[in-house]
Structure formats: structure tokens, C-alpha cells
């Protein structure tokens, strides 16, 4: 069997042939769309350029029609001037023939300038008929008739007189709303378009006058007359009278294929055009830049007016520049009145003068701080009061420093505040000690007791010996005589328990006295052991009643630190109080509490590393949900306490440049931790 391929052509035979039509397609394709652009792109340009023109005309035109219509207005100003002198000054005949004729004398345009009575008649005239009589045409009259009706200056419409056409401007003399006449000045129609219409519009248009009929009232062709292809007509807003202004182009409909120098005058023209485009861009982008940085200026002015923050420019001399009127406010003084001044400046307080000399010869040597200082002023009054100051450098937009700015906050509400907190700490601080003393009360009582009844035991049985002892017999003159057997090293041994037992009672009275009395925090040079001891008898009294191990290890050789040691001593006993009570559960073998001193491993500077004391424990730990509250103000696990003592230890840790941190003991409980600078 056979297969026809002549009528069944294999697929992809059908679809190479299908393919090589499409090649052979592409470049006829090609050359159309070339043809297409040629000859679109050269008619796209000639009706442009028609349509350009077009509207290039109607612009001219409008402007030509604004131009008649403000000039015009000009010379409507200048009768309404002369209409008010003749009614306020009662103008005589001669002195109005005087200003008349100036007026025309200065205005080609006027044909003459006439005084016209309340029927019409001449009074005076700069040319025209005799006084007395009446010249108005008819459609003069009816202009004049309506001027005197509203009491609104009206143009009549167009008359023609010996050849020419004129027009009339009837203004009403009104006094107190009563017709006294009327001012009368008669245009030439000619002159209007030969005197307001620029030359360069003339020449190349034809400018035609109409009136409602499309009479041509008059005609101004230096040229010749129009193509009649570019053409525009615009009512000339007149009251009373009905004209038009018409302009016809000299230029022709333009060339679809110009010529080579028509083709590089289109080109230049486009360029120029571009030019003007990228200008007028530019221009744009400089007025919306402007825009913008007046509302900037406007909105930093209205938001540094609204500062209560003093702002101060310097430039590099030290000369004042600027100052805002939150500044001016604090000191009293006027802007006018520091702008442009050199130091000393009259807010400069006279006893921190130094202070400030030197603050500014650090300013113009460039080596102050950007850290804020704090200083006095004082206002006009001779009021003192504390200011926070920071300086900064002025940079231009270049860069390039040309002044100092400066910015001054009035602390004198911070310093009340930060003294009645720094009381109100003191008193929380001395309250915490009071409770303190308070929940070891009982125990202290038991202590002293003990060195007390000792004392008193010792001392009685001191007094026994001498007493029975003390004498054995009489001598030959029958004098007693001295027991020479008394037990010395017994009695030495009493008298010397007492006095211990003394120093101990004395030891825990003065501990209690410095721990409780209200004092000013003030730093001292002080050893790590003798701030350790200083609590020691008061810690023991609490461990004594709890059955808890006291372990205390100073590293030997540790400096001397800068601290309060009545603060110090507050924050060890807070913490160790809380130790203990935190083991209360525990069994009495873990029942441990250390204190340890060393300096800080982790410091750079060894010579300069603090003095860190941990305070450790064996208890239960802190749970996660008191650990986020731990520090915070009356915040406290026990039922009876505060909720201060903690946040009372950090912020006396904090006055000492240290922090107050926490960390789990790995062999159970809680180790507290703090450092303290040491004296180099």
C-alpha cells in the first residue's frame, strides 16, 4: 500500500513551509513600517506646527486683548482722577481746559475731552463744537443716558464721523448719588489699534475690529491682509460696547517637506524648545525647592519659637549669632541685645566668671566634650539659677565648621527634684536601717544581755575575793596587814573577761549607732576588711538565731576603696539578712553563708580593676517570676517587709559607679555581687 504524500504533506514539512513565509514577510514588514514612519513623522510635524501656530495666535490675541483692555483701564483711572477734582475742587472752565488737554496732550488715543451738563449740553471741550450746544450722535446719547441711569461709566458703540470712526466714554459725575453731569472722552478707533497694538504682533497679523453685525470697525494690516488659515476673534470687554477683536495670520499652512534650512530651523527650534522645556523644569524644581525650604524655615522657626529649650549660635570668634526666644526668656534679655556681642556676656553670673573663660577658651580650641556641663546664669533680675549646657560644632552645608551651637536646659525644677529624692532616699534609706534594727531587736537584746550578766559575774566574783581575802590578821603595832596569799592571776583573769565582755557590748551598741544615724552619703577612703568587720557582730546575731555557718574570705593585699561605709555596710547586711532567711528551709548542714572579697578578673586594667564582694547562699534561689521583679520598689516575698531593701542596695551601689547583679549558685541558692572603684 502506497502512501500519497502529494495530498497528505507530512506536519513538519507544513510548518517549515509556514515558517520560511514569515522570513520572507519580516523584511516587507520592516520597509512598511519605515515608509509609515516617514511619512507620518513629517505630517505629525506639519500638524504640530499648524496647531502650534494656532494656539501661539489665540495667545497672542488674548494678550493683545488684555493689553487694550489694562490700557484702556489706565486711561479710565486717569478720568475718574480728573471727574473727582471736578466735582471736590468746583473746577472752573479754564482750569478743566488745562488738565484736558494735558491729559490728551499725553494720550494720542483721545480725540477730545468734553464737560457735558445734566441735559447733555457742552459746558467745556478741548475741540468740537461751541459751548452750550449738544454733539452726542445717537448712540452716544443712548451710552450717556445709560452712564446716568446706573451711575456707571459706559463706551457707546462705534460712530462714523468725516470718514473715521470714533468712540465715546461716558463717565457720570455723581455726588452723593446725584447726577451733576458727565465727562465725556472720545477715542479714536484708529489710534487704539495703532498706539496699544505692538508692532511685532502687526506684523505678522492682521488685527480687524467688529462689531456685533461683523462690520469692520477698523483695520490694521502693515503687512497686508491675512492667509485666512490661522485665525482667532475675542470680545474686548467693554460695557456699553459690543467689539471684537479679530486677527488673522500672515503665515501660511507650512510645508510637509521643508527644505533643508526649514529642516535645521525646525531642529534648532526643537532644541531651543528642549532648552526651554529642561529651563522651565528647572525653574520648577528651583520654585518647588523654595517652596519647600520656606515651609521648612517656617516650620523649624514656629518649632524652635516653641522650644523650652535655649538655643545659642556662636560663630568662631565667640561672637553671639543667633538666639531663640526660649533663651532670651531665661535670661531676661532681648535678642537684640545679644546678637553680635562678645563674652562677657550679661547673663554670666560674676563669681563663675573664671568658670566661664575657661569654659570658652575650651570652645574656640576646640577641645570641649560633647558631654553636657552644668553651670549658673543669671537673669536680668540678678536671679541665679543652674543651667545644663551642651556645645556642639556649627557645620555649613559644605561641611565646613563656622560656629558653635549650643543648646541650654534650665535645671532649676531637676535640682528641687533630684534634692527632694536624694532626701526622700536618705529617709527610705535610714527607715530600712530602723527596720532592720527592728527585726533583729530581740536578738540584739539577748546579745548584749549575755556580755552583761558575764560582766556583772565577773566583776562580783572580783569583789567577793577582795572582800574575804583581802586582810589576815594584825601586826605588832595592831595594824591588819595585807593577805599576802590573795589569788592575783584569778583576780587578773576576772577583771581582764569584763573588760572583754565590755568591749563586746560597747562594740554592738556603736555598730547599731552608725548603722541607724542619719547622715549625707559622703566617700571615703576605706578597707575592704574593716567594712566587713564594721557588720560582722551585727551579721552574727542573725546567723546565731538561724544556726547558719559564717564563712568570710578576703583576699589579702586588696587596696583601699572609695566608698560611704554606712551605705555599704546597709547593702551587706541587707543582702546577708536576705541570705539567711533565704536557707531558713534548708537543711542546717547546707545552712552556709559566705561573704567574699577579690578584685575583678575581668577588668583590662588590673592595677585599676574594682574590688568585687559576693554574698552567697544556699537556699531555695529566686523564682522566675519574683527574679523580672526583683528590684523593683515595694515589691516583696514577705509578708511583713517593705519591698525596699533591694532597690535600696542598687541605688547605693549605683552612687558608687558599681552595679548590683545576681547569678545562681551552682551548688544551690544565690550569689549577690558588687564592685567598688578602688584608690589608685
Not at 550679661?346 to 566661664?356: G, I, L, S, V
Not at 527585726?439 to 562580783?460: D, G, K, M, R, V
Not at 552619703?521 to 574593716?530: G, L, T, Y
Not at 516575698?637 to 547569678?663: D, P, Q, S, W
Request: charged fraction near 20%; include cysteine; glycine fraction near 6%.
Amino acid at each position: 500500500m502506497q502512501t500519497d504524500l502529494s495530498s497528505n504533506p507530512p506536519t513538519h514539512l507544513t510548518a517549515l513551509s509556514r515558517w520560511h513565509w514569515l522570513l520572507a514577510l519580516l523584511p516587507a514588514l520592516m520597509v512598511l513600517t519605515v515608509v509609515t514612519s516617514l511619512v507620518w513623522l513629517p505630517w505629525n510635524a506639519q500638524k504640530r506646527e499648524s496647531s502650534e501656530r494656532q494656539e501661539q495666535l489665540i495667545a497672542d490675541t488674548l494678550w493683545v486683548e488684555q493689553t487694550v483692555r489694562l490700557q484702556l483701564a489706565r486711561d479710565e483711572e486717569a478720568l475718574r482722577r480728573l471727574a473727582t477734582a471736578m466735582l471736590s475742587h468746583g473746577m472752573s472752565a479754564s482750569a478743566f481746559r488745562v488738565q484736558a488737554s494735558a491729559l490728551q496732550a499725553s494720550n494720542k488715543k483721545l480725540v477730545r475731552l468734553v464737560w457735558l451738563d445734566m441735559e447733555h449740553n457742552i459746558l467745556e471741550a478741548t475741540a468740537g463744537p461751541a459751548r452750550g450746544t449738544s454733539m452726542l450722535s445717537p448712540l452716544s446719547a443712548e451710552a450717556a443716558d445709560g452712564a446716568r441711569r446706573t451711575g456707571k461709566a459706559r463706551y457707546s458703540a462705534p460712530t462714523l464721523q468725516a470718514g473715521t470712526y470714533s468712540m465715546d466714554y461716558h463717565l457720570p459725575l455723581m455726588e452723593e448719588r446725584l447726577y451733576r453731569g458727565s465727562l465725556l472722552a472720545t477715542y479714536s478707533t484708529a489710534a487704539i489699534l495703532e498706539q496699544i497694538v505692538p508692532w511685532w504682533f502687526a506684523q505678522d497679523n492682521e488685527i480687524l475690529l467688529v462689531d456685533l453685525s461683523d462690520n469692520i470697525i477698523e483695520r490694521r494690516a502693515v503687512n497686508g491682509p491675512g492667509l485666512g488659515v490661522y485665525t482667532h476673534a475675542h470680545a474686548l470687554d467693554l460695557p456699553g460696547a459690543n467689539l471684537t477683536l479679530r486677527t488673522n495670520s500672515l503665515k501660511a499652512a507650512p510645508q510637509l517637506l521643508p527644505d533643508l534650512l526649514v529642516a535645521a530651523v525646525v531642529t534648532l527650534t526643537l532644541a531651543l524648545l528642549a532648552s526651554l522645556v529642561a529651563l522651565w523644569r528647572d525653574i520648577n524644581r528651583r520654585l518647588v525647592a523654595e517652596k519647600a525650604l520656606r515651609q521648612q524655615v517656617s516650620f523649624r522657626t514656629a518649632m524652635e519659637n516653641s522650644l523650652v529649650t535655649g538655643l545659642r549660635a556662636r560663630d568662631l570668634e565667640g561672637r553671639v549669632t543667633y538666639v531663640n526666644p526660649a533663651f532670651c526668656a531665661m535670661v531676661g534679655t532681648r535678642a537684640d541685645e545679644l546678637v553680635g556681642r562678645h563674652p562677657p556676656m550679661p547673663y554670666w553670673a560674676p563669681e563663675a566668671m573664671a568658670e566661664y573663660q575657661k569654659r570658652f577658651s575650651q570652645v574656640l580650641a576646640g577641645t570641649i566634650t560633647p558631654q553636657g556641663f552644668e553651670t549658673i546664669f543669671q537673669r536680668a533680675d540678678g536671679e541665679r539659677f543652674p543651667v545644663l549646657i551642651f556645645e556642639s560644632p556649627l557645620l555649613d552645608d559644605s561641611g565646613k565648621q563656622t560656629g558653635w551651637m549650643g543648646s541650654i536646659l534650665d535645671i532649676s525644677d531637676r535640682k528641687k527634684v533630684e534634692d527632694l529624692n536624694r532626701q526622700q532616699q536618705a529617709k527610705l534609706e535610714s527607715s530600712a536601717r530602723l527596720a532592720s534594727m527592728g527585726e533583729i531587736a530581740s536578738t540584739l537584746a539577748h546579745e548584749l544581755n549575755q556580755p552583761l550578766a558575764a560582766i556583772s559575774s565577773y566583776t562580783t566574783g572580783a569583789l567577793n575575793m577582795l572582800a574575804s581575802n583581802a586582810f589576815s590578821g594584825n601586826d605588832a603595832n595592831g595594824i591588819r596587814e595585807p593577805d599576802t596569799t590573795l589569788d592575783l592571776d584569778g583576780l587578773r583573769f576576772a577583771l581582764e573577761k569584763a573588760g572583754t565582755q565590755a568591749q563586746r557590748a560597747g562594740q554592738i551598741i556603736r555598730s547599731v549607732h552608725a548603722f541607724v544615724k542619719q547622715r549625707e552619703p559622703a566617700r571615703e577612703p576605706v578597707s575592704v576588711q574593716a567594712l566587713i568587720d564594721g557588720i560582722v557582730p551585727l551579721v552574727e546575731l542573725q546567723t546565731q538565731k538561724f544556726y547558719v555557718v559564717l564563712d568570710i574570705r578576703v583576699v589579702p593585699g586588696l587596696p583601699l576603696v572609695l566608698a560611704d561605709r554606712v551605705l555599704i555596710e546597709q547593702v551587706l547586711l541587707n543582702l546577708t539578712r536576705n541570705a539567711i532567711e533565704a536557707m531558713e528551709h534548708v537543711s542546717p548542714q547546707e545552712r552556709i553563708l559566705q561573704i567574699v572579697a577579690s578584685r575583678d578578673d575581668l577588668a583590662t586594667n588590673h592595677s585599676a580593676a574594682p574590688v568585687c564582694i559576693a554574698v552567697i547562699d544556699r537556699g531555695k534561689g529566686i523564682a522566675p517570676e519574683v527574679e523580672a521583679r526583683l528590684f523593683s520598689p515595694f515589691f516583696s516575698t514577705k509578708a511583713e517587709g517593705m519591698g525596699m531593701g533591694l532597690n535600696i542596695c542598687r541605688t547605693a551601689v549605683e552612687f558608687h559607679g558599681g552595679r548590683l547583679l545576681h547569678y545562681v549558685n551552682p551548688k544551690g541558692g544565690t550569689i549577690f555581687t558588687f564592685s567598688l572603684p578602688v584608690i589608685l
